[in-house]
């Protein structure tokens, strides 16, 4: 079994800072995929930032330039460093982590419970 536990979220006026956390622990062989996505009210939930096994990363056009995503593999945590942070960027974000728990086994999605962003003044 595997769980996920987020964390940094908040309250931050327009042009802020915050950077979330989301630390993976039980039964990990393998990370495939790490994912942060983002749900704000009425809309349906997208994907923002992407790091491939291999280090490699993809951003949504919107965070592209201000998001950074990284990884910290001693701690299988992912992070998500979000700059120049916009009224537009609140949401509740939530990490997406590919997990293999064995090495005959293909990558299962564990999902974070979310974290609230606010970007107000």
């Known amino acids: 079994q595997v769980q996920l536990v987020e964390s940094g979220g908040g309250l931050v006026q327009p042009g802020g800072s915050l950077r979330l956390s989301c630390a993976a622990s039980?039964?990990?062989?393998?990370?495939?995929?790490l994912d942060w996505y983002r749900q704000a009210p009425g809309k349906p939930r997208e994907l923002v930032a992407r790091m491939f096994s291999g280090g490699a990363t993809y951003y949504t056009e919107a965070v592209r330039g201000r998001f950074t995503i990284s990884r910290d593999n001693s701690k299988n945590t992912v992070y998500l460093q979000m700059n120049s942070l916009k009224p537009e960027d609140t949401a509740v974000y939530y990490c997406l982590v590919k997990i293999a728990s064995r090495p005959s086994d293909p990558p299962n999605d564990y999902w974070g419970r979310g974290t609230q962003v606010t970007v107000s003044s």
């Open positions: 039980g039964s990990i062989f393998r990370i495939a995929v």
